[in-house]
């Protein structure tokens, strides 16, 4: 493998809205810089993702500098939110995990996700990410976190994999709904170079100068069947998925990595692939 190199990198301010693709980005513990530090929770305090609001798919978040955001929408004048003054947390529930973050403390940015969601939600911030939320226990090692991303700093995917699964589906039950963007899959990172699914075997592996291990692969959810352009929803890839995807009750796509060392990744760098003992 030893062309493989980093095709594109993704960074997602706010969990859910459509993210940016800079050319580089530094890797923290608990992720890429800015990747989800931002979430929108409903009046119970659970996040509210695409699963809920298909609609986010068209929302986008921009960072600024400090680490604030810039929230734009079709129908909506685009509106700059600060990081808040650390001047208490709520409960946010995130897939069964208790965390605290940090409201916004500008009325406008609640009023905004709302009026565009048309539902009651609060933009929230998570500010110590370095203590809010634990990684899986069940895949984790101790001290290692997570931003507000579902269980894991970052998500790696293939776009040899990728082309894989759009000949599959291109042979299934519904041809016409692909070929399908990695958009669908929102990962952090995106490998060129590598054989389909040779990811499922990879244990440890660097990116550039930046050591990751491999925590376990990805179980895929309805997000994937949204369409990151139009919102709307379809079949795939999840049927396609099912049939051919399918290890232990998930339908996987793609790696869940977990940072061992600290850099900057940048567009292009070489991929290597390492022995778990390194």
């Not at 916004?104 to 539902?119: E, Q, T």
Request: net charge neutral; with cysteine.
């Amino acid at each position: 493998m030893g062309n493989a190199l980093l095709q594109s990198i993704h960074v997602h301010p706010v969990k859910a809205f459509r993210g940016v693709s800079p050319r580089e980005a530094v890797v923290e513990p608990w992720g890429l810089a800015g990747d989800r530090r931002w979430v929108l929770i409903d009046h119970g305090g659970r996040v509210v993702t695409q699963r809920q609001q298909p609609r986010l798919a068209l929302a986008a978040a921009e960072l600024l500098p400090g680490g604030g955001v810039r929230l734009s929408a079709p129908g909506a004048d685009p509106l700059n939110v600060a990081v808040p003054r650390p001047d208490g947390t709520v409960p946010v529930e995130i897939f069964g995990d208790k965390v605290e973050g940090v409201p916004s403390d500008d009325p406008a940015a609640h009023a905004w996700c709302s009026a565009y969601l048309g539902a009651d939600v609060r933009l929230v911030h998570m500010d110590d990410p370095a203590t809010r939320r634990p990684v899986d226990t069940a895949y984790a090692r101790p001290g290692e976190t997570v931003s507000f991303a579902d269980g894991y700093p970052l998500l790696l995917a293939s776009a040899a994999s990728l082309d894989a699964l759009n000949s599959l589906i291109a042979q299934g039950e519904y041809p016409a709904e692909g070929p399908l963007p990695m958009n669908r899959f929102r990962p952090n990172v995106v490998v060129a170079g590598a054989d389909a699914w040779a990811e499922d075997d990879w244990t440890r592996l660097a990116i550039g100068d930046v050591v990751f291990r491999v925590a376990k692969p990805c179980g895929r959810c309805v997000v994937t069947t949204t369409d990151q352009e139009t919102a709307r929803r379809g079949k795939e890839p999840l049927r396609t998925l099912g049939r051919y995807r399918r290890f232990g009750g998930g339908l996987l796509f793609g790696q869940n990595l977990v940072p061992l060392t600290r850099g900057t990744l940048r567009v292009g760098d070489p991929v290597r692939i390492l022995d778990p003992a390194d």
